[in-house]
């Protein structure tokens, strides 16, 4: 099993919906989640990052994070099809230590 | 934040040479990390470089194949010997900022 679980899509949405994305993971040592958005042939872009429970809102992006359940997510509200790409959820049990990434979504916002 | 760069942007290799890849960020960081995205997959950490000490490498990576230097706080060079096909994927560089984690643009290497 692996630490990180993600499902990979595709995730195909209309312009203006809601995209909601999810990670589960394993390791109950993670306090640390960050998601990232990964355009094609581009390195990863950091959207959202998280320490421990709760929720993080940053303009269209809500970050939550359940601990209790290990679970996290990130919604993007009025999506926008500049939104489609690969989104990659991350977790460590230190700021500065290695990261597990999930699989990575692949997000298509369609006008 | 940190800003980090990388060269070469890509690069296509013949089988059997080698290529190193090098990493620096806009800031002093103790640790700098290396990972590789294969076609269509998610990222793998390679190996974490401390400045001043060996780097520690994850399980089916080894210093032989993946040779890293990290001569000061703000550089690294990660070297793939030895290539064959299956070494073609990106390969990124990342480091801490801020509690954050931030990632250069990739090195995109093709081995024929």
């Known amino acids: 099993q692996k630490e990180v679980e993600q499902d990979p899509g595709p995730l195909s949405v209309p312009e203006g919906a809601i995209v909601s994305l999810n990670c589960t993971y394993s390791?109950?040592?993670?306090?640390?989640f960050m998601w990232y958005r990964q355009y094609s042939r581009k390195g990863p872009e950091l959207l959202m990052y998280t320490y421990s429970s709760g929720n993080k809102e940053d303009g269209r992006f809500t970050a939550q994070v359940d601990k209790s359940s290990k679970y996290i997510s990130l919604f993007i509200r009025d999506s926008q099809p500049s939104d489609s790409a690969t989104y990659l959820c991350?977790?460590?049990?230190?700021?500065?230590?290695?990261?597990?990434f999930g699989a990575g979504t692949q997000v298509v916002v369609t006008p | 934040s940190a800003v980090i760069s990388q060269k070469p942007s890509r690069d296509i290799c013949q089988r059997g040479t080698s290529l190193t890849i090098q990493c620096q960020v806009d800031?002093?960081?103790?640790?700098m990390f290396w990972y590789r995205q294969q076609p269509g997959q998610s990222l793998t950490l390679i190996a974490t470089?401390?400045?001043?000490?060996?780097?520690?490498?994850e399980s089916g990576f080894v210093i032989d194949k993946f040779p890293i230097s990290r001569p000061n706080l703000t550089f690294s060079t990660l070297t793939v010997s030895n290539m064959s096909p299956e070494d073609s994927s990106i390969y990124l560089c990342s480091a801490p900022g801020g509690g954050e984690q931030y990632f250069g643009p990739g090195t995109r290497l093709t081995v024929t």
């Open positions: 390791n109950s040592a993670f306090q640390y």
């Open positions: 991350a977790m460590s049990a230190d700021s500065w230590g290695k990261f597990q």
């Open positions: 470089a401390n400045q001043g000490s060996e780097a520690t490498y």
């Open positions: 800031s002093q960081v103790t640790m």
